[in-house]
């Protein structure tokens, strides 16, 4: 097995159902809690600090912590291991609201963000989630967690104590001092579990030195009870809903949503499970938003996905459902702990102003960083107007109001860059893609017509655009395998060569799709089985044949299949239909689909030699997993890193193996160097 299947594969010591034995159960739950705790009692501390009084409560903030990751387990079925704790998106937001319509209004704008979600999740369930990639393109999203960093940096500097025309007082600058230096150690130098929770260890660390300093004050831990119960609100009891402050809070659910859908990602390649299909986006996006209103409910937070629990997964490989719950409940119990919490509370400012300086930076760099991965290309225009525009609304103080008096609304800061970050980029035309270079692949201009070499016959022209993905990316990414055998790339260069004919080219597609096929069954198990050799008896291993079905991509993929029978000649055949509409931005159309009817229970490798720009192959495995496959497996002869980039991302689970990666995409969206249209070469249509 290749090294990287291994990896992959050598996966998860518990599964999502899987329940670890008592004393590693408890332990497993006690450390994911612990990875979500910082983070999680922050942002009550830091909204208060932001509104100058007490909006959230620690005790509350852990139990609709807990509580969320019930409700989200119960609702995905148990079928993602999420953790959930409070958002870092809404502490300027919430503290906001809080200053214009008090608890009222910081509540109820919790509960609308909640409402929105679940009405984002039926839409999902409805119509796909597709629209989502339109509406929250990586240039909207990237600015907005800018915004959210930057927009709290000098809380930050307030809370060290440094802030402009304020008075020193160097023990809490000392304190704020070791509290930076031991999380930014913690960050670059910890191995292990205790590089997940560098916040956690900074601020123990800090308030150690707080503590040794004189600056902090026990009586409150003196006077707690042992248990206390958590004050929660309750609308119309202990406070009157405010909607019109609360819609102000509303637009950030844009941006937590991105988060939600980029984490379930994250966690899905690294549990070898395509979450946003199974749960599903639909099942994952009400277990949040669920969360969210009964957190706004009772008077604390917004919930979220969290980063650390990706990092917990990856790093346990436990992604046992039975784990999370617990560390759920232990949230709670934790909530209800009243030293405890007011333990927690008697950490000083400059601890909070030391780990903020770092966290608030971190959100912004995170921001950076999704447009950075995802190249957003700011040669364009249109990429620049809306990222710029939004970075000014957003952190410039603007505010919008509609309305007067008790019937305003105003959107200001976040929310307003929100909406219009998504509105520019929505309406605002496209400009055509800037060519940085033009190269002449003068081999390439008639590489479409096959075996015919009259030289006349291009259909991919020779004007090349920038390259968004390279084929060293593509080459890193987890689930993709090339070939790179000598023998594999002699037999693509008798494909690519435009003098091949039509017999000598399907022969070799087969011939190339064998060794393809023994690759990516290199994790096929096998039944022990006894037989007898002319010489002794012994016990081997045997396929089971009708664990498998072939699936080519019709026209193309049918000249594979002749190859991977000759491997598993037993194996049931699907066939999908499709074209790439040349007059729709080269688009699959589904023209037919017929597949084994018990295809839910076989691993299906689906097959088409060309992986181009990824969109046959998107809907092709979306389809079979309508029908309920589980494990699919995507064979191409040449794929272009545009495409891997595409399949990948929509369905982290599936594994595709290819002959060669290459180069790019031509403005055509024909591979280059490629070898032509594929289906035209096989059938000696053109
Ligand atoms: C080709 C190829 C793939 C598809 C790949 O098919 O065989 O199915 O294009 O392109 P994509 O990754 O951009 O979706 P085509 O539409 O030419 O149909 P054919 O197989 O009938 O020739
Ligand atoms: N389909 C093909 O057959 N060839 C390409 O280069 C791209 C899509």
Redesign the pocket.
């Known amino acids: 097995m290749s090294e990287k299947a291994t990896t992959q594969n050598a996966a998860l010591k518990y599964d999502l159902h899987d329940k670890p034995p008592v004393p590693q159960w408890i332990v497993l739950a006690i450390q994911h809690v612990f990875a979500m705790f910082g983070a999680t009692i922050l942002v009550p501390i830091l909204v208060n600090a932001q509104a100058g009084e007490e909006v959230l409560t620690i005790p509350v903030t852990l139990v609709c912590a807990g509580i969320g990751t019930l409700i989200y387990i119960v609702c995905t079925k148990a079928g993602s291991p999420v953790f959930l704790g409070s958002s870092f998106a809404f502490i300027a937001p919430v503290a906001a609201a809080y200053t214009r319509g008090g608890k009222g209004g910081a509540f109820t704008g919790i509960m609308v963000v909640g409402i929105i979600y679940i009405i984002v999740a039926l839409i999902v369930k409805l119509v796909g989630k597709r629209w989502i990639d339109r509406v929250l393109p990586p240039v909207v999203i990237g600015p907005m967690i800018m915004i959210i960093g930057l927009g709290l940096a000098s809380s930050a500097v307030g809370q060290i104590g440094i802030a402009s025309g304020t008075d020193i007082d160097w023990k809490g600058v000392i304190v704020a001092l070791a509290t930076f230096v031991i999380t930014a150690l913690v960050m670059v130098l910890a191995k292990g579990f205790l590089k997940i929770i560098p916040f956690l260890i900074g601020i123990i660390g800090g308030y150690i030195v707080a503590v040794l300093l004189g600056l902090v004050d026990f009586t409150p831990v003196l006077e707690a009870g042992f248990f206390s119960i958590p004050h929660f609100q309750f609308p119309g009891v202990t406070y009157t809903p405010n909607l019109g402050v609360a819609l102000t809070i509303a637009p950030i659910a844009i941006v937590t949503m991105a988060e939600h859908i980029g984490d379930h990602t994250a966690l899905g390649a690294i549990i070898g499970k395509d979450l946003l299909h199974k749960p599903g986006l639909d099942r994952t996006l009400l277990g949040d938003g669920l969360a969210t209103f009964v957190a706004g409910l009772l008077g604390g937070p917004a919930n979220t996905t969290y980063g650390e629990n990706t990092s917990v997964v990856g790093m346990t490989r436990v992604a046992s459902v039975w784990v999370t719950g617990t560390a759920g409940i232990f949230a709670i119990i934790l909530g209800f702990l009243g030293k405890f919490t007011a333990l927690v509370q008697t950490i000083p400012n400059p601890v909070l102003g030391g780990v903020s300086l770092l966290l608030y930076g971190f959100i912004a760099v995170n921001g950076l960083k999704v447009l950075i991965q995802n190249q957003t290309n700011f040669n364009k225009n249109k990429n620049i107007i809306v990222a710029s525009t939004m970075l000014v609304l957003g952190l410039g103080g603007a505010a919008l109001t509609f309305g007067t008096g008790n019937v305003s609304l105003t959107f200001s800061g976040m929310s307003l860059a929100a909406i219009v970050g998504v509105v520019l980029n929505l309406f605002l035309p496209e400009e055509r893609e800037p060519i940085i270079e033009e190269i002449g692949y003068e081999e390439e201009e008639d590489a479409q017509g096959g075996a015919d070499d009259d030289g006349d016959s291009a259909e991919g022209g020779d004007e090349e655009v920038e390259i968004p993905f390279t084929a060293g990316d593509a080459r890193d990414l987890p689930n993709v395998f090339e070939m790179n055998h000598p023998i594999i790339t002699h037999k693509l260069r008798v494909l690519r060569d435009k003098k091949t004919g039509t017999k000598e080219f399907r022969e070799v597609v087969e011939e190339v799709c064998v060794y393809m096929c023994y690759r990516a069954l290199e994790d096929a198990e096998l039944n022990e089985v006894e037989i007898e050799t002319p010489i002794t008896k012994m016990v081997t291993g045997e396929l089971d044949e009708n664990r498998y079905a072939f699936v080519p991509?019709?026209?193309?993929?049918m000249g594979m299949l002749g190859g991977l029978t000759q491997v598993i000649p037993n194996a049931k055949i699907g066939h999908i239909?499709?074209?790439?509409?040349e007059k729709n931005g080269?688009?699959?159309?589904n023209y037919f689909f017929k597949v084994p009817s018990d295809i839910e229970h076989r691993t299906v490798i689906l097959l088409?030699?060309?992986?181009?720009?990824?969109?046959?192959?998107?809907?092709a495995i979306d389809m079979l997993k309508e029908k309920g496959v589980k494990s699919i497996k995507f064979l191409?002869v040449i794929a272009?890193p545009e495409?891997l980039k595409?399949?990948t991302e929509a369905h982290p689970d599936v594994p595709i193996y290819c002959g060669a990666i290459d180069d790019h995409?031509n403005e055509k969206?024909y591979i280059v160097p490629g070898l032509g249209?594929?289906?035209?070469r096989?059938?000696g249509?053109k």
């Open positions: 991509i019709l026209r193309a993929g239909g499709m074209y790439r509409d080269n688009k699959p159309v088409d030699p060309m992986l181009a720009t990824g969109g046959s192959a998107v809907d191409c272009a495409g595409v399949v995409l969206a249209d594929a289906g035209d096989i059938y249509t």
